[in-house]
């Protein structure tokens, strides 16, 4: 897709006019949160879980080479091949070459972030391959033309008549008045639709929620059975994985599930867990002849080692979006990239350039609500402050932001000129805002006032206020 | 190429070389041992506890279930549920001794046919390897005797498991079959939680988006210790 980040103040502006985004989003905006925090509660393990997670990601991350040899080499004992791709155009052309080898006309698959990453789908297309999504969400965005808007629920951003009305454009072979009286009656659509694709496609592509070393297996998690459909029916079965999807061994990834489903969706698990490994057996009934792995870095490992290694212990629930103001209020698309919400904002400036994707972590409150939510305790404030450094230091900033903390880093310097300024302007606002409680406009603050109103301070500062309460403390 | 370049950039990042043979074999000796971390209490409960939990979470995630109290009588118990819910008598079946070895001519309406599942089929009925009650989970590895499609492609999926199966955690399942498959994973391994749904549209919850609509488990009351 092409990256509209940089144009993210004004994707935020036409999305708070969006009248069909604004209804999607609150609808699905206390969901998730509500779902979660259900799940969370009736396991009382689940912060010692965070914890044990955040150390089963810490310790593969410290042996990651290490685990990845030892998972090639697992997957190829079964059978499978590995295909080692350091960029993104290294794995379009792997993945082409095996659909090639096989003469493949159409490519089902599962819903993969890695892939939209990659953008598999316009490669394929390019070479006369059709690729046909399977996941619910993911088929109607590929009917429209759009990337999708959530990483685990691609398609939230669109309301029912939306839905209706493209499937109405698409299947033409359909009567045309047609009555799809209830949601369902659109997810049986779907259903028929694919499941013809199901059993015509010559490759399934799916994405890995993990990659166990122990076993030379990969993982995906599913609710839809897409996934299996894509990867059980055809004759080849390609799984395209970024490197820090590894995991040592099965228990640690059990212990990885315990959380993800419970973060994710607010399900204590998903309906499919499929684990596989290798080609079918000599003697198996079912599931393709051909097992690939494409395992995909494409910036991931230079990562390592730096303040964004931590970022690599994602495993892609999207609580840190389905809990975020920001995101909450303008949705997936006005981050203009690949990885929305949060998470997006750390790992987009690393995978298109800090001055494309800079201004991403700006998009936050550091209210820190999606670090206390992440099932991998990431410090995503942390690193989006890490951004901004690097953005400031490359002088990609406004002049206008660069002059303001100018100002503001005099004065910080100055403790007393600091508090002095700071009272006489705590003074100067709380007397001019003593009646109404708050501004709805200021001078300098447009960009501010323009959504919110600024709450009247009360004429002290925090200084004062602090020094006061200590004193009465002691007294 | 690619494969150089990034073992070359992760060692880099973590500013050593390849990793020392001392410190690789304290890991090739985690991997073999594949120690437990925490098991949530939840399924640490005695055996009739824990079947009752399984068949909660069973129901908690929509599908259903009926025991009975012998191998003898899943052919009766099926027939009935397939009459119940209007389905056909017709069905594709595991090749599964546990299966095959069932009294079918008991009932002569029921008509199976024994191997992978077809697109045209409506009902399947599979042989159940574990069931999970931390969340009402079953493991269905696709070996020969248990192919994976009949986890997949009917709209109504029907597994066959055996009360003395059931175990609480998913360690204790792939305990089960690691030490009965063998180290090396089947080439598919499911654990499956309840049908098939999706909540793309509207984020609301639809059952039945490309797997089966209905799950319903069959379960063989052969464990004494379970029964409560």
């Known amino acids: 897709m092409l990256a509209t980040s940089p144009a993210f103040k004004q994707n935020a502006a036409d999305a708070m006019a969006d009248v069909g985004l604004q209804k999607a989003l609150a609808r699905t905006r206390p969901q998730f949160p509500a779902r979660r925090a259900a799940a969370v509660a009736a396991l009382p393990e689940f912060e010692r879980l965070r914890e044990i997670g955040k150390q089963i990601k810490d310790h593969t991350l410290a042996h990651l080479d290490f685990y990845l040899e030892t998972f090639a080499a697992n997957v190829e004992r079964a059978g499978g091949q ?30 993969s972030m890695i892939s939209e990453e990659l953008e598999i789908n316009a490669h394929l297309l390019e070479h006369g391959i059709e690729p ?17 808007s959530h990483i685990i629920a691609p398609a939230f951003h669109l309301n029912r008549e939306d839905w209706e009305a493209s499937f109405r454009k698409a299947h033409t072979d359909l009567p045309a008045d047609r009555v799809f009286h209830e949601r369902r009656d659109i997810l049986t659509e779907a259903r ?65 599930l315990r959380l993800l489903a419970r973060s994710a969706t607010g399900q204590d698990f998903s309906v499919y867990t499929t684990f596989s490994t290798g080609p079918r057996r000599a003697d198996d009934l079912d599931g393709p002849a051909e097992y690939h792995v494409v395992l995909v870095d494409n910036g991931r490992s230079a990562m390592v080692g730096t303040e964004f290694q931590d970022m690599l212990r994602c495993i892609r629930c999207a609580a840190c979006m389905n809990h975020c103001p920001v995101y909450g209020t303008v949705g997936g698309h ?88 700071t009272r006489v302007g705590a003074f100067t606002l709380g007397m001019l805002g003593r009646k ?40 | 190429m690619s494969r150089q370049a990034i073992l070359g950039a992760i060692q880099r990042g973590l500013r050593r070389g390849p990793l020392p043979e001392d410190q690789a074999m304290a890991l090739r000796a985690r991997l073999a041992a594949h120690p437990r971390h925490l098991i949530p209490a939840r399924s640490r409960v005695p055996r ?70 077809e697109a045209s089929d409506l009902v399947t009925v599979q042989h159940g390897f574990a069931g999970i009650a931390e969340t009402g989970t079953l493991m269905l590895p696709g070996l020969a005797q248990t192919p994976t ?27 089960l079959l690691r030490a009965e498959v063998g180290p090396m994973l089947p080439r ?41």
């Open chain 1, 436 to 475: 109404r409680g708050k501004f709805t406009s200021l001078p300098l603050a447009g960009g501010w006032t323009a959504g919110r109103d600024l709450p009247a301070p009360e004429g002290e500062t925090f200084f004062a206020r602090y020094a006061r309460a200590q004193r009465a403390g002691r007294a």
């Open chain 1, 192 to 256: 028929s639709r694919l499941r013809q694709k199901f059993l015509a496609a010559d490759v399934g592509i799916t994405g890995a929620n993990f990659l166990i070393a122990e076993t030379g297996s990969s993982v995906i998690v599913t609710n839809e059975g897409n996934g299996d459909l894509t990867q059980t029916l055809p004759r080849v079965h390609i799984v395209l994985a970024s490197i820090e999807k590894m995991v040592p061994t099965l228990e640690d990834t059990t212990s990885l």
């Open chain 2, 188 to 228: 598919n391994v499911m654990l499956v939680t309840g049908p098939s749904r999706s909540a793309d549209i509207e984020s609301t919850l639809e059952l039945g988006a490309h797997g089966p609509r209905r799950l319903h488990v069959l379960l063989i009351d052969d464990d004494a210790s379970a029964l409560g």
């Open chain 1, 334 to 421: 006005s981050y203009g990239a690949v990885y929305p919400g949060p998470m997006g904002s750390v790992l987009t400036p690393m995978l298109i350039g800090v001055d494309k994707g800079g201004h991403l972590p700006n998009a936050s409150t550091f209210c820190g609500k999606c670090e206390s939510v992440c099932p991998m305790k990431i410090p995503l404030p942390n690193m989006m402050r890490h951004w901004r450094e690097k953005e400031f230091e490359r002088h990609l900033s406004p002049v206008a932001v660069r002059q303001g903390l100018a100002v503001w880093a005099w004065f910080a310097r100055r403790p007393a000129m600091y508090r002095f300024a």
């Open chain 1, 132 to 148: 046909i999504e399977t996941d619910l969400g993911e088929y109607i965005l590929q009917l429209r033309s759009e990337p999708p």
């Open chain 1, 82 to 111: 590995v295909h080692w791709a350091s960029t993104a155009e290294d794995a379009r052309a792997a993945v082409l070459a095996i659909c090639q080898r096989v003469g493949a006309r159409t490519v089902t698959k599962g819903k």
């Open chain 2, 149 to 175: 499609t009949l986890n997949l492609l009917a709209d109504s999926a029907i597994v066959v498991l055996h009360a003395s199966r059931i175990v609480g955690a998913y360690e204790d399942a792939f305990d």
């Open chain 2, 48 to 117: 009739p506890e824990q079947v009752a939990l399984f068949l909660r979470n069973l129901e908690k995630e929509f599908a259903t279930s009926a025991r009975v109290p012998a191998p003898e009588d899943v052919p009766a118990a099926l027939a009935e549920y397939l009459a119940a819910q209007n389905l056909p008598s017709e069905f594709a079946m595991a090749p599964h001794p546990a299966l095959q070895s069932l009294p079918w001519d008991s009932r002569p309406l029921l008509r199976r046919r024994e191997g992978r599942a």
